[in-house]
């Protein structure tokens, strides 16, 4: 407990070691305002992104950007890797690299983090029951004491602010907030992060809509109400531009992955 505390204290969000069972399939990302690590503990890794395709043992990945769909993972049969979920602040401590650079396809490991590739090996050779915790220890090692140099604290908090509030915040309260007129927010945001308040907010709406669906739903326009939209064709379109899929055919693609879930209504 006190080591998954210490975690979230520094930013480290979901940390999980998992084994793909089945066949080879497509993984499409949930949008959210969080950046990510995945790392792979065998083969290669192959991530689908804005109509290029990569391969590496590991990528690290940004926020998304405006016009370009989530990513894509292939799982591989038997494929067994790392993922960690990092806060914007701690991303740029692990890496030393601006948010405003790395976008949500990410770049491979070895160009950032060149002691991901021991850590993979790391992983592989201790019991499955205790690699997430080695995970997180690793991590915590890894990160900076020191939060100097991370970026313009008005961006990272105008963006939590938006976590919190799930996307509903308007940008005029978010401003009010930092002390900053609209403008200037907006400038400072896209400048540090890559993205506007108005993008972000709609990662963030979306995100939320995706966790309530896959958490079981009365129906798609219930989801649709309680996420912040106007009604269920705003959300359509939302799905559609930010993950290129639709409300059902991102169920069909991910419900058999989710805990205790029930399909939503149309």
Known sequence: ??????????????VAVSEHDGQ???????????ARLIVSLDGPIEVRYDAQVQQAQGFVAGLMRPDVATPTTTLRSQQQTAYVELS???FQRLTGVP???????????????????SLSEELANHPVDHREDVLRVR??????????????????????????????????????????????????MLHSLGITPKFASRV??????VSRAGAGAVSWAHVAAESGYHDQSHLVRDFRSLMDTTPTSWLDEEGRNLQGWQRPTP
């Open 99 to 117: 948010l405003s650079e790395v976008d949500a396809g990410g770049v491979s490991t070895d160009a950032v983090l060149p002691w991901a590739n």
């Open 204 to 209: 963030a709406r979306l995100g939320h809509a």
């Open 24 to 34: 080879a399939r497509l993984h499409r990302a949930v949008p959210a305002l969080s």
């Open 1 to 14: 407990m006190e080591l998954r505390q210490s975690c979230r204290a520094a930013g480290i969000g979901v």
């Open 88 to 90: 914007p602040a701690a």
């Open 139 to 188: 991590l915590l090692e890894q990160l900076p004491r020191d939060d100097h140099g991370i970026g313009p604290e008005d961006a990272l908090r105008a963006l939590d602010l938006i976590s919190v509030g799930k996307g509903t915040v308007s940008v005029e309260e978010l401003a009010r907030q930092a002390h900053q007129s609209s403008r200037r927010l907006r400038k400072v």
